[in-house]
């Protein structure tokens, strides 16, 4: 059964400390890991895809890298907006467009 | 560029009642469209997805269905609602599958309809 396991499940910074959530994953051939980020009350926004091992993307203070298990997204130097839910997912089946989302990472930067 | 819009923002619904949960996509054609559930603590599931017009596939059993009578609208109905089926609803769309390059497109979200039952 394919499984997505994201730790921790809260995160306290202060701002400019940096650090990394992590998402791992078990699923058969794997067609896509998906980062989004999500605020109160919203729904999740888009933040990157990665499709292969040793692939990595950045946006602004975001890093998102992945290996054949897992994959973390590296928070550098953090402001207080970058408070939200990190929601991690992967895509699975062989034919379908199902994903299996973690439970996410509540990440709270204090100034 | 696409847009996503869902309705209303907020439910309140007594139990027994039925539900009608709207979504609509601007921006793109065909795409591929998803309602998700999410619970308090807990990931997104989802429980129904299209890949065009009158066709859905069903992920989870449950007291709930789904129809797409046009291109870029998406329906998420009960007959009637259950104290369980309280939670937050997600529409999501993206556009098909890169089946050359076998890669599965990102999903884009609305901003959800938070539905409580009584």
């Not at chain 2, 619904?13 to 469209?33: A, D, F, I, K, W």
């Not at chain 2, 890669?103 to 009584?118: A, E, K, V, Y």
Request: with cysteine; hydrophobic share 30%.
């Amino acid at each position: 059964e394919d499984q997505v396991t994201q730790s921790p499940e809260a995160l306290r910074l202060q701002e400019g400390e940096s650090s990394s959530l992590n998402c791992s994953y078990t699923v058969s051939g794997l067609r896509g890991l998906f980062w989004y980020r999500q605020d109160p009350g919203k729904g999740p926004e888009f933040l990157f895809t990665l499709y292969s091992a040793g692939e990595e993307k950045e946006k602004e203070r975001l890093k998102a890298t992945l290996t054949k298990k897992e994959s973390f997204l590296h928070i550098t130097a953090p402001k207080p907006e970058d408070s939200a839910t990190y929601l991690c997912a992967v895509q699975a089946g062989r034919y379908g467009n199902k994903l299996v989302f973690g439970a996410g990472t509540i990440l709270r930067v204090k100034s | 560029s696409q847009t996503i819009h869902q309705w209303p923002a907020t439910l309140v619904q007594p139990v027994g009642s039925p539900l009608s949960l709207e979504c609509t996509v601007e921006g793109t054609s065909n795409p591929n469209l998803y309602w998700y559930r999410q619970a308090a603590g807990r990931g997104l599931q989802l429980l129904f997805y299209s890949v065009g017009i009158g066709q859905i596939s069903s992920e989870v059993p449950q007291n709930l269905s789904a129809s797409r009578p046009q291109d870029r609208q998406f329906i998420l109905s009960s007959k009637k609602l259950l104290l369980s089926d309280s939670g937050f609803y997600l529409c999501a769309w993206s556009v098909p599958r890169d089946a050359q390059r076998n890669r599965n497109q990102p999903q884009h979200f609305g901003d959800g309809t938070r539905l409580s039952i009584l």
